[in-house]
């Protein structure tokens, strides 16, 4: 059974930061691309970062390029997404996902509020 389980999230003020994980079970982590997606209150699903399978090669959106770096560690099927400079705008529920399932990520989520 494939679970992503993402945690880390809370409430920060502005320009804080926060480290979020994404725990992987049911499929070979070290296969695949992952990618961080978020979804603000009343908006689509966002692309956020992505990362190739050894971590050599990683993309970031314009609106978070320099603030957040994607990692991965393939022996511990984990994902991380360190966020720093946090704004308001960033405010929203951060999924991982499987590169080529970034539209439909299986995850709860977790909860990021960039608020003073």
């Known amino acids: 059974q494939v679970q992503l389980v993402e945690s880390g999230g809370g409430l920060v003020e502005p320009g804080g930061s926060l480290r979020l994980s994404c725990a992987v079970s049911?499929?070979?982590?070290?296969?695949?691309?992952m990618t961080w997606v978020r979804q603000a209150p009343g908006s689509g699903l966002e692309w956020v970062s992505y990362?190739?399978?050894?971590?050599?090669?990683?993309g970031y959106a314009d609106s978070v390029k320099g603030r957040f770096t994607i990692s991965r560690d393939n022996a511990k099927n984990t994902l991380y997404l360190q966020m720093n400079s946090l704004r308001p705008e960033d405010t929203a529920v951060y999924y991982c996902?499987?590169?080529?399932?970034?539209?439909?990520?299986r995850g709860q989520g977790t909860q990021v509020t960039v608020s003073s």
């Open positions: 049911g499929f070979a982590f070290s296969y695949y691309a």
């Open positions: 996902a499987k590169w080529e399932e970034w539209r439909s990520p």
């Open positions: 990362i190739t399978t050894g971590g050599d090669t990683t």
